[in-house]
C-alpha cells in the first residue's frame, strides 16, 4: 500500500513512526509493506515513487521544521489528485470553520478514487455527509477512528462489533482537557482559573483553551459520532452546547456533598444532541477522572458497552490511524480471497 | 445462512429470538436472511431444510421442555455431520472435564466444512489449539465472543480492532457472580455466606456456586483469551488460580481503611496466568462494582484500553454470537466484492 501523508506536525510524524515500526506487522499478516510515497507540511514536500525513508523524513522535519527538502510554491491539493498512490493519510490541523485545508485534501483524494484515513475532525464535523457519498460513490473507503477519542476505537466498535445492535443513545466524556480541569476542581478545590493554568502548564491544555473549554472540540467529535454512529446528518452548529467556564469551586463542593461529580457529557439520543455540563455519581463509569476519554453505547441487546482509552496523544492517535490502515488491508486482503 | 443450533437452553432460545427479531438487519445489510435449518436439545430435534419458524420452535419448547416433536434417540453428532447447513451455533452447557458435548459436535462441524459459532468455554478452555488448527485446515471461522464476556466484546476488539497494536498484557473482571458478592461484602459488611447467599437468591449463582466461587469460570475464561490474544497455547489447568471462599470480612475492612477493594483479577502477562483476589484503589477502573465484566488491554501504542460490558444474561449473550454471525456474513460479502 501506498500512501501519501498530507500534514507533517505531532500527528503526522507520529504515524510516520508507526509505518516504519510496524512494517514486519504488514509483511506477517498481509505479505505487503506500507510506503510512504509522499508527504508534504504547509510549505513543502518530500515525493518518491519508490517509497521514502521514514527515518529521514522525521530527521529533517526535526532539524529544519519542514518534510521536504526545500520551501516550495507546490499546489498540494494538485500533488494530491496527480500522486499516484493508494490512501491519503489526511492530519492536517482542525479547521471547524470551512474544514480546510483538510476538506480539499479528502475531497481531492476520494474523488481521484484514493482511500482517506484521517484524525482531522474539521472536514468530518462540517461535511460528513457530503465526504461520505463522494466515498461510496467512488468505492472508496473514508475512515475516521482517530477523529474521536485517539485510541479508545468507539467508531469501529460501534460500526463493526457492535454492527447487530440496534443503538439507543450514547453518552461520553470526548475531552480530556475539561476532565483534567474539573477533577483538579474537585480533588485541589481549585477555582476554575488555576486547574486550566496547570493544565497548560501539563500540556493538556492550548495557550487559548476556547476550543476545549467552550466544548467545540467535544462538539465536533459528538458531530462525528452522531453521523457514523446514528446515520443523523448534523453538522457541528447542531450541537446544543455549554462548556465548563462557568463551573464554580461552590458547585462542585455542593455535588460533592450528595457524592456526585461534574463532568461534561456528549449525548446522543433520539430527542438530544448536546454537550453540557452535568452532575455523575460516583462510582458511575462516567465519573472517570484524569485524562482519559469514554463513550457508552445504549444498545438493545448487548445493554450498556463502554469503552475507555486515551483521548489524545502522538502515539495514541497514531494507533488509531494504524488501526484504519490496517482495516483497509484486510479487506482488500478478504476481496482478494488470499486469506 | 443456513444454522443449526446446537443446545436449546437460555442461550440457545435467546438466540432463536434474536434470529428472528433480525431478520431485517440480514436482510438489509448483506441481502440475505438467516434460516434455522435445524435445533436439537438432549432428546429431541427439529430439522427442516426450507427453514424452522423460530416461534414455533420457542412455543413448543416452552410448553413441552423439547425442542422436538418427540423424545428421539437420534445421534445428535451423526446429524451435525449430515445435515446440509452453513454455520453451527454451538450453545450446549459448558463442561470443563472433557467438553462433551460440545467438543464433539464443534470438531464434527468443523470437519464436515461448517463455521462454528459458539458460547461454550469448556471446548475452548481444554482443545482450543487442536479446534483452531481444524478450522484454519478446513478453511472455515470458529468464533467464540460469547464464550468471554458476555456482550462484552473483548476478543474481536483485540483481534480485530487492535490488531495493529502489541498487546503486552491483559487485567481484567471476568465472573459477574464474585463481583457481585464482593461488592455486596463491602457494602453491607456481609460475611461471604450472607453475600453467596443474596447471589443465590437473586439468580446470580447456582445453588452449587463452585463453578463461580473457586475461579473455575474466570480461569476458563482467561484461557480462551490468552490462547485468542495472546497465542499462547495453554489449557484451563494452566491457570494459577485461586477464589473467593477465604476472604473475609476482615479483609475487606482492612483494604477499605487502605481505600482499596478486593476484587477477582484474571490476570496474562508473559511470567503469569493467574485468577486470584487482588486489592484494587477505589476509583481505578477494575474497582466497579456490580455485574459487570471489565478487561483492560495493556498495549504499545493505544497504551491501556478498557471494555465493560454486561457478562452474562440471554439476551447478552445471544448478542455476542450475533456478532459472530454477522462477522461471518460480512467476510463473505466481502469476499464475493458484492460490497
Redesign the interface.
Known amino acids: 500500500m501506498d500512501v501519501l501523508i498530507a500534514g507533517f506536525g505531532v500527528v503526522g510524524q507520529g504515524i510516520t513512526e508507526?509505518i516504519r515500526d510496524?512494517q514486519e506487522?504488514f509483511q506477517r499478516?498481509f505479505g505487503k509493506r506500507v510506503r510512504i510515497v509522499g508527504a508534504f507540511d504547509s510549505h513543502s514536500c518530500a515525493v518518491d515513487p519508490a517509497g521514502l525513508d521514514p527515518s529521514a523524513l522525521l530527521t529533517r522535519k526535526c532539524a529544519t521544521g519542514m518534510v521536504g527538502k526545500e520551501r516550495l510554491d507546490t499546489d498540494m491539493a494538485q500533488l494530491t489528485e496527480e500522486l499516484e498512490y493508494d490512501t491519503l493519510i489526511e492530519v492536517t490541523p482542525t479547521n471547524i470553520v470551512d474544514g480546510e485545508p483538510g476538506s480539499t485534501y479528502i475531497r481531492t483524494a476520494l474523488g481521484a478514487g484514493r482511500n482517506v484515513v484521517t484524525s482531522n475532525k474539521g472536514p468530518l464535523a462540517l461535511q460528513f455527509g457530503e465526504l461520505s457519498a463522494l466515498a461510496a460513490k467512488n468505492q472508496v473507503q473514508l475512515r475516521y477512528e482517530a477523529s474521536v477519542g485517539g485510541?479508545?476505537?468507539v467508531i469501529?466498535?460501534s460500526r463493526?462489533?457492535?454492527?447487530?445492535?440496534k443503538i439507543y443513545s450514547l453518552r461520553g466524556i470526548l475531552n480530556g482537557t475539561c476532565n483534567f480541569i474539573l477533577n483538579r476542581m474537585k480533588e485541589e478545590s481549585l477555582p476554575f482559573s488555576s486547574a486550566l493554568q496547570e493544565a497548560q502548564e501539563m500540556g493538556y491544555a492550548e495557550r487559548d483553551p476556547t476550543y476545549d473549554v467552550e466544548g467545540v472540540d467535544s462538539a465536533c467529535k459528538l458531530t462525528i459520532l452522531a453521523n457514523a454512529i446514528f446515520g443523523m446528518d448534523v453538522t457541528y452548529s447542531d450541537v446544543v452546547r455549554t462548556g465548563i467556564r462557568g463551573i464554580t469551586e461552590e458547585a462542585i463542593a455542593l455535588a460533592g456533598e450528595q457524592k456526585k461529580v461534574i463532568r461534561l457529557i456528549g449525548e446522543i439520543s433520539e430527542n438530544r444532541l448536546e454537550v453540557t455540563p452535568r452532575l455523575v455519581p460516583i462510582?458511575h463509569?462516567l465519573a472517570?477522572?484524569g485524562t482519559l476519554n469514554i463513550v457508552q453505547l445504549i444498545?438493545d441487546?448487548?445493554?450498556?458497552?463502554?469503552?475507555?482509552?486515551?483521548g489524545a496523544?502522538r502515539?495514541?492517535t497514531?494507533?488509531?490511524l494504524?488501526?484504519d490502515?490496517?482495516a483497509i488491508l484486510?479487506?482488500e486482503e478478504?476481496?482478494n480471497?488470499a486469506?
Do not use: F, H, Q, W
Request: charged letters at 25%.
Open positions: 508507526v510496524k506487522l499478516r485510541a479508545m476505537p469501529n466498535l463493526e462489533l457492535l454492527m447487530g445492535e462510582g463509569p472517570i477522572g444498545t441487546l448487548a445493554g450498556e458497552v463502554t469503552v475507555v482509552g486515551p496523544g502515539k495514541e497514531a494507533s488509531a494504524l488501526s490502515i490496517l484486510k479487506d478478504v476481496r480471497g486469506k
